[in-house]
């Protein structure tokens, strides 16, 4: 049977132009094996709105189930689905409009408008689930009355809302009416719609965000090639752009054009885009309370093909995903190549929460176990051999070198000289402060200090409590470093002369203190304000916010500011950047309801820790007995 037969001959009513019709230059994935779903190109003239489907919740047995992805160490058999979920794109007939390329941006007209009785007071009786999974009423905005620049910063947010099928879907990157080469930023990227996603979901509009992840879950299923090679099944795209293609009689249609990295500057791998996604539906369901979604056959095969694409194996020694440079926010030559922080921290969140979302069942059973002993293995190797403070850094001043034995203590022979002079006088003295190292290869050992990658350790729990605490120590510490004029400094310190020369490539934009080279990020001002409520300071955290507040909107909204304190407008910087725009919204309302932020980040593990024990102890790792894992927690 093939699939359109199959949609036929399923219960639900699924018009025939509801196909799948991602704009892709190439063939159907390899996974979707039957020749005869070759919707694509189809050629469907008129527009049915999905959403409006009554029964858009329902799942869709598979009658017909093909396996299509085994995983030689989980095992993992997933049958082939084709649901409604990958039949959501859909064509549609946009008379009169003669602009090919067009992007259906909100303007007022085709979108759900704004229910302001909602906003003003409804959300303080809404009902939200905690980090435990138990409901528990949100605390509500009542009292807090939303400034000037919060309204801004809805209205510039609603503006970049893109619309598919009249349908809301993403928010485009930025939307500066003054820009008239917005490069790619006028797609939706994947990282940059998180804060969006959260900004809407706290807002208690999730429509956007449900319609975003199932879009997105399509246009995962469809092979893209770059230079003759397809990447990795399961692969998100870094960004998608709607766009409008002309049919006969001056009608048009519109299809999803997604960018796996084979047109992104430098053609790098959108790595982090599948981490974010399922982070992303976990959120979802969190906040709304919605896990029908998340439960969807199509949806945790979504799940599934990313994890089996992380959890592959290669030649990896070490636990850590091994990945290109600029395959995630430093989406350019930075010297990040190898085991990036910020790739193993949203990693071990993705883990953490497939595991929480995938069904548990005999098909799952094996996937569920990889997951955890990844887990376990992961944090172990972070927590060990990432952290440094003054005393770890002392101890690396004085390795030996060329250590040939399994109990070797400077276990990636790293040479002493590797701690520069920065280091020494960087770090603090105390006890209570240190920080994630940016990377960890054979022989080098990235001493900078990676904003996101720390945070997202602490948000995940992939440091100990102990760690958590210390980073935000150090970051209160180094305030005028890594804050300064505006939170905050996505590295640091800058690579300067000759290290730029040779770790950038010359890269132009990235030159010291800029744009990824040491520049200041105000979208990360909402995952440090969710790293600061979950280890109980969100003092730090206002504090920042305070300081973003009184730039931001007189600036209009920068993507980034340049200086080694962040004082000046970035150099490059486009302007009304929505990631900044909604990071700064997600900051307040997480501020504004704590509780609610509790249902984003995860607490300690200890299963976690007594299957670290088990696993490294059948390897035979002497280090590892119960009590050294049991000891992590008090690191
Ligand atoms: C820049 C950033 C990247 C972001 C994109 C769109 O390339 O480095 O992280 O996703 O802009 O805002």
Redesign the pocket.
């Known amino acids: 049977m093939n699939a359109i037969t199959f949609l036929g001959n399923s219960t639900m009513m699924i018009p025939s132009q509801c196909i799948l019709r991602a704009f892709t230059r190439i063939s159907p994935s390899k996974y979707i094996r039957d020749p005869s779903f070759r919707s694509y190109p189809s050629r469907f003239s008129s527009c049915v709105n999905q959403n409006k489907n009554p029964d858009s919740n329902r799942i869709i047995k598979p009658t017909n189930a093909v396996p299509f992805c085994t995983d030689k160490q989980s095992s993992v058999t997933t049958a082939q689905v084709v649901s409604e979920a990958r039949s959501l794109s859909a064509s549609t007939t946009c008379a009169n409009d003669s602009t090919v390329d067009r992007i259906y941006t909100k303007n007022g007209l085709n979108v759900k408008p704004l229910d302001l009785k909602k906003l003003k007071g409804d959300e303080k009786d809404e009902e939200v689930i905690n980090g435990d999974g138990k409901r528990v009423v949100g605390d509500g905005y009542e009292g807090i009355k939303s400034n000037e620049t919060e309204e801004e910063a809805w209205r510039l947010l609603r503006d970049s809302v893109v619309t598919y099928c009249d349908s809301p879907v993403g928010t485009m990157?930025?939307k500066d009416p003054t820009d008239t080469m917005p490069s790619?930023?006028d797609q939706v990227?994947i990282?940059?719609f998180v804060p969006s996603a959260l900004a809407f979901l706290l807002k208690g509009e999730s429509e956007i965000v449900r319609n975003f992840l199932l879009h997105t879950l399509q246009l995962q299923s469809w092979e893209k090639t770059v230079d003759c090679y397809s990447p990795g099944q399961g692969l998100m795209p870094?960004?998608f752009k709607v766009r409008t293609l002309p049919l006969e009689e001056e009608k048009f249609e519109e299809v999803l054009d997604p960018d796996f990295g084979e047109a992104a500057i430098g053609r790098v791998a959108p790595v982090d885009s599948g981490l974010w996604w399922i982070i992303l539906l976990r959120a979802y369901g969190k906040i709304t309370g919605d896990y029908s979604l998340q439960e969807r056959i199509d949806v945790q095969t979504g799940i599934k093909m990313i994890a089996n694409l992380c959890l592959a194996d290669g030649f990896d020694m070490f636990p850590t995903l091994l990945v290109t440079d600029g395959s995630c926010?430093?989406?350019?030559r930075m010297g990040i190549h190898g085991h990036p922080l910020e790739i193993q921290a949203l990693f071990y969140s993705a883990l953490r929460s497939s595991r929480e979302m995938i069904t548990v069942n005999d098909s799952s059973k094996n996937i569920i176990k990889t997951i955890s002993n990844r887990l376990s293995a992961l944090s172990f190797h972070i927590r060990e051999n990432y952290w440094v403070d003054k005393k770890k850094i002392n101890e690396i001043y004085r390795y030996k070198t060329e250590e040939y034995s399994t109990d070797a203590t400077n276990k990636f022979n790293i040479y002493p000289e590797q701690v520069s002079p920065w280091l020494m006088d960087w770090v603090p003295e105390s006890s209570d402060c240190g920080f994630l190292i940016g990377n960890l290869q054979p022989a080098h050992m990235d001493f900078r200090f990676f904003t996101l990658g720390n945070l997202w350790s602490i948000i995940s729990s992939l440091g100990t409590p102990k760690q958590n605490q210390a980073i935000l120590n150090l970051i209160e510490e180094k305030w005028d470093d890594l804050v300064g004029h505006m939170p905050l400094k996505i590295c640091y310190p800058a690579l300067e002369s000759s290290e730029w020369h040779i770790i950038t490539g010359s890269d132009p934009k990235n030159t010291p203190w800029s744009y990824?080279n040491g520049g200041s990020w105000p979208t990360l001002l909402w995952q440090f304000t969710l790293a600061c409520i979950k280890m109980g300071r969100p003092e730090l955290a206002e504090k920042a916010v305070t300081l973003a507040e009184k730039r931001l909107q007189a600036d209009r909204w920068p993507?980034y500011y340049d200086t080694r304190n962040g004082k000046f407008i970035g150099k490059q910087s486009?302007l009304y950047?929505t990631?900044t725009i909604a990071g700064f919204l997600t900051s307040k309302q997480l501020l504004q309801n704590p509780k609610i932020a509790s249902s984003l980040f995860w607490e300690e593990d200890l299963e976690l820790l007594e299957t670290c024990v088990c696993v490294l102890t059948k390897a035979g790792r002497k280090k590892c007995s119960r009590a050294a894992a049991k000891s992590q927690i008090l690191i």
Not at 329 to 332: F, L, N, S
């Open positions: 990157a930025a790619n930023y990227f990282r940059d870094a960004s926010m430093i989406d350019r990824h993507e486009r950047q990631w």
